[in-house]
């Protein structure tokens, strides 16, 4: 079967750190994705991680774990508009990719 | 470089009819796939499209159906809506997923209302 898991909802404070957790159970696994989606717009890609580890991009990093079947998104100097749902994606190969419900963040003053 | 483009944004649509959605690729892209989106179920894949064939198909049923054109153009097709059918349709194209850049660009969406 494929099931991805993330929380629904976070909240986190302005300037903080907050780690978004996704764990994934897939019959393949090609790499994995982050996607960000504010409400009412389109996901934008964040991020692609293949290889165990962290990847580090500006303000968001990636990490992954193959073994454990895990990934966390890392957002850093959070600010207002970081407000958004992010989503958790596994390419499974076979040209398809499966989503998970999403994590909705909120950023507070 | 544009980018992807869905045709029509809204749709209003009674139970019973058809639709087809239509997506325009970022420009040297040739796969596209398409997925429906709903506050439930998140993003459900519903199938992809490489050099106007199909390589993958996700778990809807027949009524959802789909073609891509020489120009990487793709078009959805749903009959005999249904009220479930109700949702934000997204189509997505990257230069292909097989390999190389496997990042989805995601097209604004196509709102899709059945009454």
């Known amino acids: 079967g494929q099931n991805i898991d993330q929380p629904t909802e976070m909240t986190a404070t302005e300037g903080a750190i907050v780690q978004i957790n996704c764990t994934y159970q897939?019959?393949?696994?090609?790499?994995l994705f982050w996607y960000q989606q504010h409400a009412g717009e389109a996901p934008t890609f964040l991020s692609y991680?293949?290889?165990?580890g962290l990847e580090e991009k500006g303000r968001f990093s990636s990490f992954l774990s193959r073994s454990k079947g895990y990934s966390y998104l890392l957002l850093k100097e959070l600010q207002m508009k970081d407000s958004a749902s992010y989503l958790c994606a596994v390419y499974t190969g076979g040209f398809k990719t499966i989503f998970g419900a999403g994590t909705r963040l909120f950023v507070k003053a | 470089k544009a980018g992807v483009t869905q045709t029509p944004r809204y749709l209003i649509k009674t139970r019973g009819q058809q639709v087809t959605l239509s997506c325009s690729p970022i420009?040297?892209?040739?796969?596209v796939s398409w997925y429906q989106q709903t506050p439930g179920q998140g993003l459900q894949f519903l199938f992809e499209y490489f050099s106007e064939t199909q390589r993958n198909k996700g778990n809807f049923p027949g009524r959802f159906s789909g073609r891509q054109f020489s120009n990487s153009r793709s078009e959805m097709n749903v009959s005999t809506l249904e009220l479930g059918d109700s949702a934000l349709y997204l189509c997505?194209?990257?230069?292909?997923?097989?390999?190389?850049?496997?990042?989805?660009?995601f097209g604004p969406g196509t709102r899709l209302t059945v009454t």
């Open positions: 420009s040297g892209h040739r796969s």
């Open positions: 991680n293949v290889l165990d």
């Open positions: 897939t019959s393949g696994f090609n790499g």
């Open positions: 997505a194209s990257s230069l292909s997923p097989g390999q190389g850049d496997r990042s989805q660009y």
